[in-house]
């Protein structure tokens, strides 16, 4: 079982880690500002996640986050979605 987590600043890196692993799904987002002001703004309003490697504590390496679109406050869109290539097929996405 996996434990999904707010996001929080301390995650920022291992999430720009995570994004390179998918680059060629999204394209290369780390050096848009675009992808990073939306990370920093969606880790602050609360409705970043992400899977933590072992549990850990901020910081951890991530095996999968996931951004939410909040454009519609009833209603939430995933926005963006990865899981770390070691994790797939582990139910890291599905709990």
């Not at 890196?13 to 060629?24: N, S």
Request: proline share 3%.
């Amino acid at each position: 079982m996996t434990n999904v987590v707010n996001a929080t600043n301390e995650n920022i890196m291992g999430w720009l880690k995570l994004e390179t692993e998918v680059e060629y799904l999204f394209g290369p987002m780390v050096d848009d500002p675009s992808f990073m002001k939306a990370l920093e703004k969606n880790v602050n309003r609360g409705i970043a996640f992400c899977v933590r490697e072992n549990d850990g504590s901020p910081g951890s390496n991530l095996l999968g986050g996931v951004l939410f679109s909040s454009s519609n406050a009833s209603s939430y869109i995933i926005g963006w979605l990865a899981v770390s290539s070691h994790s797939r097929g582990k139910g890291v996405a599905t709990d």
